[in-house]
């Protein structure tokens, strides 16, 4: 059983003998830099990235405070439940050397030769840190997307405040208002037609679990670097807190007649998110005689 299926109480994963021995070492050794994190995340709490150069920033509001190489190692679709390394996947502008070699040298392990994973986030992070450890990394960090990105980073080191490097870029408000909106609207959608089916079923809880992972999404789109203190940020923070109210009022027993009015409520936020975004179909025009 993987360290963090057990940390976490989960179901263990069906992972090969071969990786269940790396993850001896290298589950706490993931667990060990999270409770202490080499990036300290209240301290720098935005990233800038150069997957071109293999490089990564952390800083405050003004300015860069830390630069690490990253080595890029995989993807992880939350929609899909899919994870990619990042050496199969061609829209990765430069995938790490390094971990595409630790894989090939541990080639007697099963999952490090394959092409697509599918498993849930405890996976990905699982396969991550396994590669990370192996390459003797300082963390194993996830970058926040529509695509999630693992990566490992080395050579973690301040930066002097004259450093030019230390010099944060310019915000994005178009970019962020765009990425924004392709993510946020699409996704009420699909959660709105989700809300609707599992009604049927009974089975709501699944539904508590979408939102909350999509109030997820949406703020770390508002800490991003594109993002942060923009109005598209402001945007996504506000629907990721009426999303977790709302995802709250389900928390009702089956049957209890506030239910009703909470999913209502529920599906009318969801309604107006899409609209909002332009992702609500349109209504065909009346038909005239």
Request: aromatic share 6%; glycine share 8%.
């Given at each position: 059983?993987a360290?963090?299926?057990?940390?976490?109480g989960?179901?263990?994963?069906?992972?090969?003998?071969?990786?269940?021995?790396?993850?001896?070492?290298?589950?706490?050794?993931?667990?060990?830099?999270?409770?202490?994190?080499?990036i300290?995340q209240?301290k720098?709490?935005?990233?800038?990235?150069d997957?071109?150069?293999?490089?990564?920033?952390?800083?405050?509001?003004?300015?860069q405070?830390?630069?690490?190489?990253?080595?890029?190692?995989?993807s992880?679709?939350?929609?899909?439940?899919?994870?990619?390394w990042?050496?199969?996947?061609?829209?990765?502008?430069?995938?790490?050397?390094?971990?595409?070699?630790?894989c090939?040298?541990?080639?007697?392990?099963?999952?490090?030769?394959?092409?697509?994973i599918?498993?849930?986030?405890?996976?990905?992070w699982?396969?991550?840190?396994a590669?990370?450890?192996?390459?003797?990394?300082?963390?194993?960090?996830?970058?926040?997307?529509?695509?999630?990105?693992?990566?490992?980073?080395?050579?973690?080191?301040?930066?002097?405040?004259?450093?030019?490097?230390?010099?944060?870029?310019?915000?994005?408000?178009a970019?962020?208002?765009?990425?924004?909106?392709?993510f946020?609207?699409p996704?009420?959608?699909?959660?709105?037609?989700?809300?609707?089916?599992?009604?049927?079923?009974?089975?709501?809880?699944?539904?508590?679990?979408?939102?909350?992972?999509?109030?997820?999404?949406?703020?770390?789109?508002?800490?991003?670097?594109?993002?942060?203190?923009?109005?598209?940020?402001?945007?996504?923070?506000?629907?990721?807190?009426?999303?977790?109210?709302?995802?709250?009022?389900?928390?009702?027993?089956?049957?209890?007649?506030?239910?009703?009015?909470?999913?209502?409520?529920?599906?009318?936020?969801?309604?107006s998110?899409?609209?909002?975004?332009?992702?609500w179909?349109?209504?065909?025009?009346?038909?005239?005689?």
């Open positions: 059983m360290y963090l299926d057990q940390a976490q989960k179901p263990p994963a069906e992972f090969s003998s071969e990786l269940l021995e790396i993850d001896e070492t290298s589950g706490p050794w993931l667990a060990e830099t999270q409770r202490k994190p080499v300290a209240d720098y709490p935005r990233w800038d990235l997957l071109a150069e293999e490089v990564i920033w952390f800083g405050d509001e003004e300015r405070g830390i630069v690490a190489r990253v080595h890029t190692i995989g992880y679709s939350v929609d899909d439940g899919v994870w990619v990042a050496w199969t996947n061609e829209e990765l502008a430069r995938p790490s050397a390094g971990a595409q070699k630790v090939e040298d541990h080639s007697e392990v099963p999952e490090f030769g394959l092409t697509l599918k498993g849930d986030e405890t996976m990905a699982t396969l991550a840190a590669v990370a450890h192996l390459m003797g990394a300082e963390a194993c960090y996830r970058l926040p997307g529509d695509l999630q990105m693992f990566v490992a980073l080395t050579d973690i080191t301040p930066i002097d405040p004259s450093d030019p490097r230390a010099k944060r870029p310019l915000q994005d408000s970019g962020a208002a765009a990425a924004l909106g392709e946020a609207g996704a009420a959608l699909r959660i709105g037609g989700l809300v609707v089916e599992t009604l049927k079923d009974g089975q709501l809880d699944k539904v508590i679990d979408v939102l909350y992972r999509f109030c997820e999404r949406l703020e770390e789109m508002a800490t991003s670097p594109v993002g942060q203190g923009t109005p598209a940020a402001s945007e996504a923070t506000e629907h990721a807190r009426q999303l977790r109210q709302a995802a709250l009022s389900l928390s009702v027993p089956p049957g209890h007649p506030a239910l009703a009015e909470a999913v209502k409520g529920l599906l009318d936020l969801l309604e998110i899409a609209r909002q975004y332009g992702a179909p349109e209504e065909p025009p009346a038909e005239t005689n």
